[in-house]
């Protein structure tokens, strides 16, 4: 897994919700994700996380926009484009 760069990313918790957040180390984020300690509040309570989803951003602004851009999103909006677009992350 490439984890140079900024990446916006999506995570499916344990009970089945989406989060979605950006980074510039994602192994390590995902890792923080599923330790709890560092990760984000939402996804404490609902560990194991999965990443399901990445997209490179090449700005600190344009990974913040993109974020906010997943954010504003329908959960079935989320799921098409984790479907059919980026760099959907394997299985």
Known sequence: MNTDGLVVYILE??????????????????????????????????????????EPCPTRSDALRREREIKGLTRLEKLRLISGGGERAAP
């Open 13 to 54: 918790c344990s009970d089945g919700t989406l989060y979605c957040g950006w980074t510039n180390n994602l192994e390590k984020r995902l890792h923080e994700h599923n330790e709890g300690k560092g990760g984000a509040k939402y996804t404490r309570g609902r560990r194991p996380v999965r990443l399901v989803y990445r």
